[in-house]
């Protein structure tokens, strides 16, 4: 019998550096191959050395023998954590018949400077240059001494703006550090273990800075939101064998000096001249005499905490499909994939040669590149030649989204060889899979997954090519569930959250962006287009929704313990500026970008009222708080009679008619059941009239399916799944999309192009069907008893033209799998594979039930399972 511990975590993390946490929580697998394994109890030693380590003993902590299933989100209970201290830790488990798995391999992870006097290091930068909107970035380096055997050496490292440190000529760290915050609240910060890149003797440091979201061009907010100029903090702490320490730290001893990054702009690209390059910078021995002395910042009074989102990195290369040459010289390639990141150029030449790229999604119908949709976006890169033989560059601070490329003043014949895209994301690892027996639902999924990679850097944005790529919360929260199974998305929406946190109004309002990045400040949404407010339905509920959904797929019940207080706010703002509990009909995007289906702001805004009511009550509930789950669950009853009796008819209709105030009554639980019954005939009519096609828009696609589903018309579900004709998900696909469109019309057969001022085709929240595919069609749910997975529900949904369908979701406890087929004579079968230390209730459809060839007891058809593989067999239909 096998059991075994496996894939230690530390927050989340394998063996993290520079954390702050002084209560990090711990996680593990389990391993074994007998059913129904289970966890009975575990130990875990936590100490300051591998030394102390070495026994059965821990010198910072031992837990003792726990009984306990828990194998996740266990909480340090030792000594005080020590600023940079390093900790090492390993864990056992007992199963349910007392057998001890051996200790797991060892884990570690470290803490940053916990206090804001340990900072040593002065803000520095580059002089200002005035009148300059794109400006170039900042060299900064600074030689130093290393004497004896070094045992470890640390970088924290920040800046308001970017930074890519580099060390004796090796570029150190990830792309796009620090990250996006509010920076007037907060940055985040760093910590590099660069022991291996220490010389003995002589050693450089240095890094090149970039503007960033702090002072470059953020969105259509224009640039220098937070600042002018980018700013630089760094401190290394050198320990060396034989005790002593030595720190070396940003100052005015540093240098700095322009290179040959003419700028380099988030939203407007980057201009590189090699002529410029500072060859050595970065190494010993390189000659900064003519550099200058570096601005050093009189200080920062915003938080530095230490780095919560995942890094950001090259997570895949993207050869080109194919090449063409235009009648004008230049030549446009077909990466094959709507993506977000760069291209990589290889070049020859005569000095002094630019050659440019120029990236967009589309191609016009003369087969032109579509730039018309970036508004005052620039998605190009302009590379100046040195004339060195073969050279090679891609940019440093920007990004774009894209699928194909125009090589402009190319030197010489280019071919496939001649670029590489760089896939560049959040590096959130893949955690769901779904495959089907249909190709055109496969692209759909693909193309799902596909949006969320190219939108999750750092925040969630909107779009990646034109002037925007902000933190809206509306499009966040609709897509919270589809990301978290599709990948592991705990921390990047833990960060996330801080996001919100930090703009939220002292009223309590939640705001439309996060991180703000001057939003309250930009009264041009106000004055002119009146869509500006700080509380807008379905955006501000992100605030409940996004906890909720991490505490229901990660089990995290810190989140809710951390937000509570913020969560009631909001609320309680809502609240207050209703009127009877039926929210006014203002500064309200509503159902965004719906097609034909005008939903009145003041049905969908009450609804999302009662919705986050009802969510804090069940958080309330998860945290312990008795009186206040009743208090919120009686303000939901109250907010749904206040609905019935201001928007509902006797008849079932709901004021406005659309599919959206359908799915929002039913899901948000505002009806009767009497009401139910006529709402979802109503909704099922609606839908048929329009030739069975969807009009939600960013809040109702969401829940429409789950609302078809749950109320027994599951075969409208599967219906409006694979439905080809406009509007659909299919008509994209048919027509080359390979990730989901912000618009359903975003182009049409008859329509061509929608208005560029707003047509992005990269915009994960209509994606948001994937949670459907995953909790019905695949059959993989979370239970909310016991969060986080550790029980499934297993409940395979099988309808329409699809046959066949493979699931799975790798959880904190390990990978469930549902897979099934079903055949023309009504043949099902279902493989279910349930982790160790995890439970599932599956429940199968059909008649004539067998669990592994053994008849079930008759009308038996729910089965509570412990870890295995297990096969189910029914009849369904005829």
Not at 558 to 584: C, D, F, Q
């Amino acid at each position: 019998m096998k059991w075994q511990v496996t894939e230690g975590r530390t927050e989340y993390m394998i063996n993290p550096l520079g954390l702050d946490e002084k209560a990090p929580r711990f996680f593990w697998k389990l391993h074994a191959d007998e059913r129904g394994a289970a966890q009975s109890a575990y130990r875990i030693l936590v100490a300051s050395s591998l030394e102390a380590l070495a026994g059965d003993e821990g010198d910072m902590w031992d837990s003792g023998k726990v009984a306990s299933d828990r194998s996740a989100h266990v909480v340090y209970e030792g000594k005080p954590l020590q600023s940079e201290g390093q900790y090492f830790w390993k864990v056992r488990s007992w199963n349910r018949d007392a057998v001890a798995s051996d200790w797991s391999e060892t884990f570690f992870w470290t803490m940053g400077l916990l206090s804001r006097d340990e900072w040593k290091g002065s803000w520095i930068g580059a002089k200002a240059q005035p009148n300059v909107e794109l400006q170039p970035s900042p060299y900064v380096r600074k030689p130093f001494r290393t004497s004896g055997e070094v045992r470890r050496a640390t970088v924290y490292a920040t800046a308001l703006g970017l930074y890519e440190l580099h060390i004796n000529g090796s570029q150190i760290g990830d792309l796009f550090a620090p990250g996006f915050t509010d920076y007037d609240k907060r940055v985040q910060t760093q910590a590099y273990d660069v022991t291996p890149w220490l010389k003995d003797g002589d050693n450089v440091i240095g890094a090149v800075l970039g503007d960033g979201w702090y002072s470059g061009t953020v969105g259509f907010l224009g640039n220098h939101v937070y600042g002018e100029r980018p700013f630089f903090l760094l401190q290394l702490n050198i320990e060396y064998a034989d005790g002593s320490r030595e720190s070396v730290e940003t100052d005015a001893s540093w240098r700095t000096s322009k290179g040959p990054i003419v700028y380099s702009d988030m939203i407007k690209g980057e201009t590189y001249d090699a002529r410029l390059e500072l060859t050595g910078w970065d190494q010993p021995g390189y000659d900064d005499s003519g550099w200058e002395r570096p601005d050093v910042r009189a200080g920062y009074n915003g938080l530095l905490t230490a780095s919560i989102e995942p890094p950001i990195r090259v997570t895949e290369q993207m050869k080109p499909i194919s090449l063409r040459k235009t009648e004008q010289g230049t030549y446009i390639y077909d990466m094959g994939q709507n993506m977000v990141g760069w291209t990589a150029l290889r070049v020859s030449g005569a000095r002094g040669t630019k050659v440019t790229l120029s990236h967009a999604e589309m191609l016009n119908p003369d087969g032109s590149i579509y730039l018309d949709n970036l508004r005052v976006a620039v998605q190009q890169e302009h590379y100046i030649l040195k004339g060195e033989g073969e050279e090679r560059y891609e940019p440093h601070f920007t990004f774009h989204g894209f699928r194909y490329v125009e090589l402009i003043g190319y030197p010489g014949e280019p071919d496939l060889d001649t670029i590489v895209g760089k896939v560049v994301h959040s590096d959130t690892r893949p955690t769901g899979s779904l495959r089907t027996s249909d190709s055109m639902v496969n692209q759909l999924i693909s193309n799902i997954s596909w949006g969320q990679r190219g939108n999750f850097l750092s925040v969630p944005t909107d779009c990646p090519q034109r002037d925007e790529r902000l933190g809206w919360t509306g499009d966040a929260q609709i897509f919270a569930r589809t990301a978290s199974y599709n990948m592991d998305v705990s921390r990047f929406f833990t960060k996330f959250m801080w996001d919100m946190i930090d703009c939220q109004q002292p009223s309590g309002a939640f705001t439309d962006v996060a991180p703000d990045a001057g939003w309250i400040r930009h009264k041009m949404w106000n004055t002119r287009l009146n869509w500006f407010a700080p509380d807008n339905a379905g955006w501000g509920d992100a605030g409940v929704v996004i906890p909720w959904t991490l505490y229901l797929m990660y089990g995290d019940i810190r989140i809710l313990e951390t937000h509570y207080g913020a969560m009631v706010r909001w609320v309680e703002y809502l609240r207050t500026n209703s009127k009877g509990l039926i929210r006014p009909d203002y500064a309200n995007y509503g159902d965004w970008l719906s097609i034909d289906a005008d939903t009145p702001n003041e049905v969908l805004a009450t609804a999302y009222f009662a919705y986050s009511a009802k969510l804090l009550s069940r958080i309330a509930g998860a945290l312990g708080k008795r009186d206040d789950e009743e208090t919120y669950a009686n303000l939901h009853r109250n907010i749904a009679e206040a609905f019935r009796r201001a928007f509902v008819a006797a008849d079932g209709r709901i004021r406005g008619e659309t599919q959206t105030v359908y799915v929002l009554a039913l899901q948000f639980d505002l009806l009767t059941e009497g009401l139910r019954e006529l709402a979802i005939g109503h909704l099922a009519e609606n839908i048929a009239s329009r030739g069975g096609r969807l009009s939600t828009g960013f809040l109702g696609v969401g829940y429409l399916l789950p609302s078809l589903t749950d109320n027994g018309r599951l075969d409208v579900a599967y219906g409006l799944l694979t439905q080809e004709e406009f509007p659909s998900w299919m008509y994209s696909i048919k027509h080359g999309a390979t990730t989901i469109w912000e618009r359903w019309d975003g182009w049409t057969e008859h329509g061509g192009f929608q208005t560029p001022s707003m047509n992005s085709f990269n915009h994960y929240s209509l994606g948001s069907v994937g949670e459907w595919m995953y909790r019905y069609m695949g059959g993989i749910e979370a239970d909310p008893s016991a969060p986080g997975f550790r029980r499934a529900i297993i409940a395979p949904r099988p309808g329409g033209r699809i046959t066949e369908v493979e699931a799975s979701y790798e959880s904190l406890y390990g990978t469930y799998e549902s897979a099934w087929t079903l055949d023309a004579n009504g043949n099902f079968k279902l493989r279910v594979t349930v982790p160790a230390n995890a439970s599932a209730v599956v429940h199968v459809p059909g008649i004539g039930i067998a669990l592994d060839g053994q008849p079930a007891a008759e009308g038996k058809a729910s089965f509570e399972l412990g870890s295995g593989t297990y096969t189910f067999v029914s009849q369904i239909g005829g």
